[in-house]
């Protein structure tokens, strides 16, 4: 018997992988988790029925959300990670030394338990000292906060369930007076193709726009997410994406990198015309 795990992009088109087996599922107080083993794109994990990481793409969704950022400010040393829980982000952040402190912030520790068993590739680097484990809610621990710091990046599920609140004005309010005065926020910002993503895209873009000095959104290739196409957006207080980037310094740094790279960096902030008609709609 052929096992598919397959996931809806709309009402009328779903994308499917096959599976050699479903390896565990548990349902905690927030949200569904099942671990699965692939063909394709090695063991993965969804939330809901929605794949979230897997072993065989997951390195260009990390590299984009922490490079990015870190290239554009090299001197950032206090992080805050609000979601994440399979540890990607937390684990390209500490390649960086200069690095003090990263809060991290994670709803539901379930995720990490079953990522430390199921997924080691991303889940390396938790006991990390720099990194500090909160397991509250993103909303509740940002509340108050007032220039504390240099990065925050929100790597959320979908604006659905208890990843629903981290797409508000409220929030991203809160998360503009986190930060200090060269800080920046990067987050989720969904997908550009399908309505109902590109739905979520707009109004993200519109919050954060009434809220910051600088907003613009940068894209990467995503295989196994809706359409393949997904965006992070960059906000800041005043340090631009393109125009700020520090490229030499970044490479000095002798990272190694999969998919990131100071060519890229800049490309990923040209838009398709599509797109950016659909951010200046609002
Ligand atoms: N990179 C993947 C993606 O975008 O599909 C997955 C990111 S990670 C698994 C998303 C995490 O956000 C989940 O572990 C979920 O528990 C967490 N999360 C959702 N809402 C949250 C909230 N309000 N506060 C903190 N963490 C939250």
Redesign the pocket.
């Known amino acids: 018997m052929e096992l598919w795990y397959s996931e809806k992009n709309t009402e009328t088109c779903k994308f499917s992988i096959k599976v050699k087996e479903q390896i565990y599922s548990e349902q905690t107080p927030?949200?569904k988790i099942a671990f699965f083993e692939s063909y394709d794109f090695g063991r993965f994990?969804t939330?809901d029925g929605?794949?979230?990481?897997n072993e065989k793409d997951?390195f260009i969704?990390?590299d984009m959300?922490v490079h990015v950022p870190m290239a554009v400010n090299p001197d950032i040393k206090k992080v805050l990670v609000?979601?994440?829980?399979?540890g990607?982000?937390v684990r390209e952040l500490t390649r960086y030394d200069h690095i003090e402190s990263i809060d991290f912030?994670?709803?539901?520790e379930r995720?990490?338990e079953l990522?430390k068993k199921y997924l080691p590739q991303t889940s390396s680097s938790f006991d990390d000292k720099r990194v500090k484990h909160n397991y509250?809610?993103?909303?509740k621990?940002i509340k108050g906060r007032k220039n504390e710091y240099d990065l925050i990046l929100v790597?959320?599920?979908?604006p659905i369930?208890?990843?629903?609140?981290?797409f508000t004005t409220d929030f991203y309010t809160d998360c503009y007076n986190a930060l200090n005065e060269n800080g920046i926020l990067i987050n989720?910002h969904e997908s550009p193709y399908f309505p109902n993503y590109a739905k979520e895209m707009k109004k993200a873009h519109r919050k954060l726009k009434s809220i910051f000095d600088v907003c613009e959104v940068y894209q990467f290739h995503m295989p196994t997410?809706a359409s393949g196409h997904w965006l992070f957006g960059f906000a800041s207080k005043g340090l631009h994406p393109t125009k700020d980037h520090k490229g030499e310094k970044w490479e000095a740094l002798g990272l190694k990198t999969k998919y990131y790279n100071s060519d890229l960096h800049q490309g990923a902030f040209a838009l398709p015309t599509y797109v950016l008609e659909q951010l200046n709609e609002e």
């Open positions: 927030f949200q994990f939330l929605l794949m979230m990481v997951e969704y990390h959300i609000i979601g994440g829980g399979d990607g982000t912030v994670e709803i539901d995720v990490v990522c509250v809610d993103g909303i621990f790597d959320s599920t979908d369930g208890p990843g629903e609140g981290l989720q997410y």
